[in-house]
């Protein structure tokens, strides 16, 4: 119990470390979008998000928290399924809505949490395990890329939404 405790406050310290170096430097002037295209890694995930029309959205004040996958997390999904998604426009939207959150949550707020309701509706579980922090089965890679209006955490792995 004192071990899992020592490991908890570990992690906090961590998180609340990375948290306060990210609020440290200058807030991004760039947006959500922004960011992520400037980031070079996302090509895939912005190509999708004008394809479901939600660009517009994302550039909003928000503020929003983004589980981005990476252009090789997407490389992960099979073919059918990204073919699947890419001709439903409605069910993709829904997919991408999963990686979004309503609010800024920071690393620092992971030890907090165990889930996390996005924007599609439906619930992400959210766990810590060692010195890794996962969205569902999607290991946080890099966390508090900062925008103007909200905060990225890099994943390296897409999303999909319960059926029901």
């Known amino acids: 119990m004192k071990r899992l405790a020592a490991i908890i406050s570990l992690l906090a310290l961590t998180f ?10 200058p807030q991004s002037e760039s947006n959500i979008v922004q960011t992520a295209v400037a980031a070079g890694q996302f090509k ?30 997407f490389k992960k999904v099979p073919k059918k399924t990204l073919t699947s998604l890419l001709r439903h426009p409605a069910k993709l ?3 991408l809505l999963y990686h979004v ?9 992971v030890v907090k949490l165990s889930s996390a309701k996005t924007l599609n509706g439906k619930s992400v579980r959210i766990r810590v395990s060692g010195m890794n922090v996962f969205v569902n089965s999607a290991k946080v890679t890099k966390p508090d890329v ?9 994943i390296n ?3 999909i939404p319960p059926a029901r």
């Not at 609340?16 to 430097?25: D, K, N, P, Q």
């Not at 995930?45 to 959205?57: E, N, Q, W």
Request: glycine fraction near 6%.
């Open 16 to 25: 609340a470390l990375a948290a306060s170096a990210a609020t440290a430097r």
């Open 44 to 73: 895939t995930l912005t190509k999708l998000l004008t394809r479901a029309g939600l660009v517009d959205a994302l550039q909003q004040p928000g503020p929003y928290t983004v589980f981005a996958p990476t252009d090789a997390a």
């Open 93 to 95: 939207k829904a997919v």
């Open 101 to 109: 959150v309503a609010g800024n949550v920071t690393a620092s707020d």
């Open 146 to 154: 900062t925008a103007s209006n909200g905060v990225i955490h890099v």
């Open 157 to 159: 792995r897409v999303l």
